[in-house]
């Protein structure tokens, strides 16, 4: 008996340890939610930082080291308050709420 609640209680545990380890690197997002982004993407903002979100000169890349250097420092909100009132930069506009 004590031994299957021992066992028991292992698997909880562990099932507790890998949801609590899980993160936005794991896909949190579901399909609709990723196409739904993607499509944003390619309408907003892959013209200035590529399809393969590598940016150019002017526009900063999305992904990878560089990314991660300028905004390392910084909260989620600032990134988000970046993109949500100067982005799309040509034509000067924000992107729309639902997105």
Not at 11 to 23: F, L, P, W, Y
Not at 52 to 60: I, Q, R, V
Request: with cysteine; aromatic share 6%; charged share 20%.
């Amino acid at each position: 008996m004590l031994g299957a609640l021992v066992s028991a209680s292992a698997v909880c545990v562990s099932g507790v340890s890998q949801i609590q380890s899980k993160t936005v690197l794991d896909g949190v997002y579901t399909s609709s939610q990723s196409e739904r982004g993607r499509d944003a993407y390619l309408q907003n903002c892959a013209r200035c930082h590529r399809d393969d979100l590598a940016g150019n000169p002017e526009a900063m890349p999305l992904t990878g080291r560089g990314f991660i250097d300028n905004w390392r420092e910084d909260s989620l909100f600032s990134l988000f308050d970046h993109i949500a009132t100067r982005m799309p930069r040509e034509p000067r506009t924000t992107l729309p709420t639902p997105v």
